[in-house]
C-alpha cells in the first residue's frame, strides 16, 4: 500500500516539484496551496506524512502543525524551510515537527527524509497502539474483575444460599450420599433383629449398595478433579483428525441417552487444514463426553446438538451448540452473568436432576471439563448464540460451550 | 547561464523533459505574478509584504535553477531583511533575467 503524502506548499513550482517527486510507486502525494487547505484535506483524509511550507499566506507551517496536534491529529511533518535561522527549526521541532528540509530540496535526500518520517511515525504509532492496547486488555481486566466482584458481592447470600442449597440437595437428592445416610435410619427402623444381626431384605441390601457404588463415583470424582488441580496431565500429538474421530466416536456411544429425549448430535466435518493438538485421550473423551450429556440435558426433546470444528492459526475450536429448553430463570441458555459461574464446582443452573442419564449431578461435571481443557493448555467458554440452522430467519437462541485447544509447531 | 544545467538535470531525471517544461512555465507565469504583487506592495510602502514575496521568488528561483535570476532576487532579499524596500533596480534586473528567460523557454520544444 502506499504511503499518503499530503504536501502544503503556496509556491506552485515548489509543490509541483515536490508531487512529482513523490508522485513513484511508494507514494501518493496530495498536493494543496495552504494551511487552511490542509488543515480541510486531513480532516477529509488520513495521510501518513504532511509535508508543508515553513512561510505560506495565512497559516504557516508550524501553525498548521500545531493546529493538526489541537485536533488530536498524529501525522507526521516535515517542514521546508529556505531559513537558515535555527531558532525557527528548533520552534517546529518543539511543536512536534519530524525533520525540516532546506530548500531547494535535493529529490534523493528528500525522498529519504519522507521514508525515515514515515517510517518513525508509523513506529510511534505502533508504540501508541501497542499501549492503547495494553491499557483496554488491562480496562477490560479490571471490568471482569468488578464485574465478579459485583456479580458475587452482589448476590453473595444468593451465590451462598444457593451454593449451599446444591450441596445439601446434592447429597441427600436421590441416590449417594443421601441413601447412605437415611438408608441405615431405614434398616434400624424395618428391620427384624435376629440372633443380633439385623435382617436386611434384599431390596433394601440392593439400595444401600447401590448407594455406596454412587458415593464410591462421587469420591472418584472428587480423586479426579484433585488430581486434574495438583498432577499434570500425561499428553500426547495428535492430530486434528484424530480429535474429530474422537468425538465421532464419544458420539456414537451415547445413542442411548440421546434415545431418551429423541435428540440426534450432528458433528461438522473436520477442519481441511491439518494440524497437531497435545491430548490425554481419556480425559478429552470425558470431556467430550460431559459436554453432551450435558447438552442432551438441558435441550429440548427431539433437537440436534451440534459440533463444529474450527481451526485458526493458533488454536483447533470445538464448539458444542445445543438449543436449550427454558431454564429456572424464566430464559433461554446460559444466562449472561452466570458464563463463568456454571464452571464453579457444585454450581448448579437446574435444581432437578433426570436420572435417565445416570450422571452424578453433583454440580461438578463442567468444572472437571475446565480443568480438563485448563490441563491440555486450552480454554472453555460457555455463552448463547443466535442459531439459524434450525430456524431459518428468525433464528432460535442457542447455548455454546467452545472449547480452544492450542495448536503447536511441528 | 540561464537555467542550472544540473538543476535541469535533476528535473528531467524526475519527470522528463516535458515536465522540466512544464515546471519552467509554471515558473515564469509566478515569477512575473509575484513581480508585479513586489511592485504593488513597494507602491504601497508595505516593506514585510515585499520582503516575503521575494522570499517566495528566491524559491521558486533555485528550485528551477534559474541562478542569474536567483541572484538578483536574494540580493533584494538580504537588503529587505535589513530593512531597506526593494529598489527599482533590482526590479528591472530581474526583469531582464524573466524576458531572457522567456526567450530561452522558445527555444525548447
Not at chain 1, 521514508?115 to 479490571?142: C, F, N, P, S, Y
Not at chain 1, 474421530?245 to 445413542?255: E, F, G, I, N, Y
Not at chain 1, 481419556?282 to 440436534?304: C, G, H, W, Y
Not at chain 1, 458464563?339 to 457444585?346: A, D, G, H, V
Request: with cysteine; proline share 3%.
Amino acid at each position: 500500500m502506499k504511503s499518503r503524502v499530503l504536501i502544503a506548499e503556496d509556491d506552485a513550482v515548489n509543490g509541483r516539484l515536490l508531487e512529482s517527486i513523490l508522485g513513484g510507486s511508494e507514494f501518493e502525494a496530495t498536493l494543496v496551496s495552504s494551511g487552511e487547505e490542509a488543515l480541510r484535506a486531513s480532516k477529509e483524509n488520513k495521510y501518513d506524512l504532511l509535508v508543508t511550507d515553513l512561510h505560506m499566506p495565512g497559516i504557516s507551517g508550524i501553525e498548521l502543525v500545531e493546529k493538526l496536534r489541537a485536533e488530536g491529529n498524529p501525522v507526521q511533518a516535515i517542514i521546508l524551510t529556505g531559513e537558515e535561522d535555527v531558532s525557527t527549526v528548533v520552534r517546529a521541532m518543539r511543536v512536534g515537527i519530524f525533520d525540516y528540509v532546506p530548500k531547494p530540496v535535493q529529490p534523493e535526500e528528500f525522498v529519504l527524509r519522507v521514508k525515515d518520517a514515515i517510517e518513525a511515525g508509523r513506529l510511534v504509532q505502533a508504540a501508541e497502539r501497542a499501549t492503547r492496547d495494553r491499557d483496554r486488555r488491562m480496562e477490560r481486566q479490571v471490568a471482569l474483575s468488578v464485574w465478579k466482584e459485583d456479580v458475587l458481592g452482589r448476590d453473595r447470600d444468593r451465590y451462598n444460599k444457593t451454593l449451599f442449597d446444591n450441596l445439601r440437595m446434592s447429597f441427600n437428592q436421590g441416590i449417594g450420599f443421601g441413601g447412605l445416610v437415611t438408608l441405615p435410619s431405614l434398616i434400624a427402623d424395618t428391620s427384624k433383629i435376629v440372633d443380633g444381626n439385623y435382617l436386611v431384605g434384599t431390596d433394601l441390601m440392593d439400595l444401600l449398595i447401590e448407594n455406596a457404588r454412587m458415593a464410591e463415583s462421587a469420591m472418584r470424582r472428587f480423586e479426579e478433579i484433585d488430581q486434574l488441580i495438583r498432577g499434570e496431565i500425561d499428553l500426547r500429538e495428535a492430530s486434528i483428525a484424530e480429535v474429530h474421530t474422537l468425538v465421532c466416536r464419544v458420539a456414537d456411544s451415547l445413542h442411548s441417552l440421546l434415545d431418551i429425549k429423541s435428540q440426534s448430535v450432528v458433528v461438522s466435518e473436520p477442519p481441511r487444514q491439518s494440524g497437531i493438538v497435545r491430548i490425554s485421550e481419556r480425559l478429552l473423551t470425558d470431556a467430550v463426553r460431559e459436554l453432551l450429556i450435558n447438552a442432551m440435558k438441558f435441550s429440548k426433546p427431539s433437537s440436534q446438538i451440534f459440533v463444529l470444528f474450527r481451526r485458526t492459526s493458533s488454536h483447533l475450536h470445538c464448539s458444542f451448540v445445543n438449543t436449550p429448553g427454558e431454564n429456572q430463570f424464566g430464559s433461554r441458555g446460559v444466562p449472561e452473568e452466570h458464563e463463568r459461574l456454571i464452571f464453579e464446582p457444585f454450581y448448579r443452573i437446574v435444581r432437578t436432576v433426570d436420572e435417565r442419564f445416570g450422571t452424578l449431578d453433583y454440580g461438578l461435571g463442567l468444572s472437571v471439563v475446565e480443568k480438563i481443557i485448563q490441563g491440555h493448555q486450552g480454554r472453555i467458554r460457555a455463552g448463547n448464540i443466535h442459531d439459524f440452522f434450525s430456524k431459518g430467519a428468525e433464528g432460535e437462541s442457542a447455548a455454546n460451550f467452545e472449547l480452544q485447544l492450542p495448536l503447536i509447531d511441528t | 547561464m540561464v537555467i542550472d544545467s544540473q538543476k535541469k538535470e535533476e528535473i528531467v531525471n524526475i519527470g522528463g523533459e516535458g515536465f522540466f517544461l512544464e515546471m519552467l512555465d509554471k515558473f515564469i507565469a509566478q515569477a512575473i505574478e509575484i513581480l508585479g504583487q513586489i511592485r504593488s506592495a513597494k507602491a504601497a510602502g508595505n516593506a514585510d509584504q515585499a520582503k516575503s514575496l521575494l522570499h517566495k521568488l528566491k524559491g521558486s528561483s533555485l528550485t528551477i535553477g534559474a541562478d542569474d535570476f536567483a541572484r538578483h532576487v536574494l540580493r533584494a532579499y538580504e537588503k529587505a531583511q535589513a530593512g531597506v524596500m526593494v529598489e527599482d533596480e533590482d526590479l528591472g534586473l530581474m526583469d531582464a533575467c524573466l524576458v531572457e528567460l522567456q526567450a530561452h523557454r522558445k527555444t525548447l520544444q
